[in-house]
C-alpha cells in the first residue's frame, strides 16, 4: 500500500525558450549538463537511503526538453536511474522536441529502454508555430511523429489550441490521420512574466469555447476517448504515468523543480496519527544544485482524500471513493457527507456504486467542485 511505483525526473534544458512557456526551463551552457547529472545522482541516493526503492511500473522523463540531451548524456541518467530505482515494467516515456528527432536517436532512445515519447507538436501549421516560437515547422513535427512510431514507441502529442489564428480541425485531422494513439489538448495560457503576457497577447474566449467544444468529437472520430480533461487515447493506450498521479499515487520527484509524493515515514518523529503522506517540491536550478532540497509538507488524512478527488475527477472514470478512504484510513463519504450532497444536489458529481465521477457540466467547472470539499476540510 505505501509502495512507491513511480518516478518522475525533470531535466529543465531547453534550444530556446518558447515566450508562452512558464515552466523551470533555461537554455544549457557549458559544463551545466555535467552538474546536473552528478547532482542527480546524488539525489537519487539520498532518495533511496530516505525512502527506499519498490518496483517501478511507471518513468516519466519531462521538461524542459530531456530528447536535446547528448547521447551520451542520456545514457548516464538512464544508468542513473537504473543503477538506483531499477527500471519501469511497463511504461518509461521521453518528453520530445520535434527539432531533436533522427531515426538513429530515435532507436537510441529506445534502446535505452524508453517505450513510449510524448512529442511538443503544437500545431501543425507553420505560421502557428512560429508564432508560438517554436524551432521545428509542421514537415519535422510529422516526420518525427512517424520515425518513433515505426521505431515501436507509443506515440503522444501535444497540441496547444486557442491560439490566435490557429485551424484546430486541421491540426486534428492531420494528427488523427497519423494513427497516433495519443493526443494531450492544452488551452494556450498566457502566465505572467512569460514574453507573451508582457506582449498583452490574450487569448480570444470564442477561440477557447470553439476549442473545447469540437476537440473531444473530433478526436473520436479518431477513435481517441477523452479520458481526462485534456487528454485522448484509444483504448488502452492511456498514459500510465499520468493516470497515476490523478489517482493520487506515490512517486518519487527527481531533479531541480521536480514535485515528489511520498507516504509518511512512521518512525518519524514528527508522526502525528492524523499525517499520512508528504509532498516535496524541490528549488530551481542554483538552490538545488547547491544541494538545496524541497522542505517536506505533511498531508493530513482530510486533506489526503481532497487532493485524492482533486486529482481523481479529472479523470472520466471518476475515482473510486472506497479505495480513496482505505488509503486514507478515513472514510471519505461519511467525513465529507455534505460537500458530497452539495456537488450531487448541483449535478456537478454523478455515483454508481463507490464510484464518483464528474457529470459533463461537473468537469467544466472542476475547480468550483474541489472548492465545495475544501470548504469542509
Ligand atoms: C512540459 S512541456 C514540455 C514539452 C516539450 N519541451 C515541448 O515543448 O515540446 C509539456 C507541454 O505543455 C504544453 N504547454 C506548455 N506551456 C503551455 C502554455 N503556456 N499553454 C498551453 N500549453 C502549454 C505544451 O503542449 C507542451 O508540449
Ligand atoms: S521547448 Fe517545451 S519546455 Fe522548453 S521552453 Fe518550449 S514549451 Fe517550454
Not at 509502495?3 to 529543465?12: G, R
Not at 526538453?65 to 537504473?82: H, K, M, Y
Not at 450532497?341 to 468550483?368: P, S, Y
Request: charged share 20%.
Amino acid at each position: 500500500m505505501n509502495s512507491i511505483p513511480h518516478l518522475y525526473v525533470h531535466v529543465p534544458f531547453c534550444p530556446t525558450i518558447c515566450p508562452y512557456c512558464d515552466f523551470h526551463v533555461l537554455e544549457r551552457r557549458a559544463g551545466l549538463v555535467e552538474s546536473y547529472l552528478a547532482e542527480l545522482e546524488r539525489e537519487a541516493k539520498q532518495l533511496v537511503a530516505k525512502h527506499g526503492t519498490f518496483p517501478l511500473e511507471t518513468i516519466y522523463i519531462g521538461g524542459g526538453t530531456p530528447s536535446f540531451l547528448r547521447d551520451a548524456e542520456l545514457e548516464q541518467l538512464v544508468s542513473i536511474i537504473r543503477n538506483n530505482f531499477g527500471w519501469a515494467s511497463l511504461e518509461a516515456t521521453l518528453e520530445v522536441n520535434p527539432g531533436t528527432v533522427t531515426s538513429a536517436r530515435a532507436s537510441h532512445w529506445f534502446d535505452l529502454g524508453f517505450t513510449r515519447a510524448s512529442v511538443g507538436v503544437q500545431s501543425t501549421q507553420d505560421d502557428v508555430l512560429r508564432f508560438l516560437g517554436r524551432t521545428h515547422n509542421t514537415k519535422q513535427a510529422l516526420t518525427a511523429l512517424e520515425t518513433l512510431q515505426s521505431t515501436g514507441f507509443a506515440v503522444s502529442a501535444d497540441l496547444i489550441t486557442a491560439v490566435p489564428d490557429q485551424n484546430l480541425e486541421l491540426d486534428i485531422h492531420t494528427l488523427g490521420r497519423l494513427g497516433l494513439t495519443h493526443i494531450s489538448c492544452y488551452t494556450l495560457t498566457i502566465e505572467e512574466g512569460t514574453p507573451f503576457h508582457k506582449q498583452g497577447v490574450k487569448i480570444l474566449e470564442e477561440a477557447e469555447a470553439h476549442a473545447l467544444e469540437i476537440t473531444e468529437p473530433l478526436l473520436e472520430t479518431y477513435g481517441l476517448q477523452r479520458y481526462e480533461v485534456s487528454n485522448h487515447a484509444k483504448q488502452g493506450k492511456e498514459s500510465l504515468h499520468n493516470t497515476a498521479y490523478w489517482q493520487n499515487k506515490f512517486f518519487y520527484g527527481l531533479g531541480a523543480g521536480a514535485a515528489g509524493h511520498y507516504p509518511q515515514i512512521t518512525n518519524n518523529h514528527q508522526h502525528t496519527a492524523d499525517i499520512i503522506a508528504m509532498r516535496r517540491t524541490n528549488p530551481h536550478l542554483a538552490p538545488w544544485l547547491e544541494g538545496q532540497r524541497g522542505t517536506p509538507e505533511t498531508i493530513s488524512r482530510a486533506e489526503f482524500i481532497t487532493d485524492g478527488l482533486f486529482n481523481g475527477l479529472r479523470l472520466r472514470a471518476g475515482i473510486d471513493t472506497s479505495e480513496l478512504s482505505q488509503r486514507a484510513g478515513l472514510n471519505a463519504q461519511e467525513h465529507f457527507a455534505k460537500a458530497f450532497q452539495t456537488c450531487f444536489e448541483r449535478g456537478w458529481l454523478e455515483q454508481n456504486k463507490d464510484m464518483i465521477r464528474c457529470t459533463k457540466a461537473g468537469w467544466w467547472v472542476l475547480n468550483k467542485v474541489v472548492s465545495v470539499f475544501l470548504e469542509q476540510q
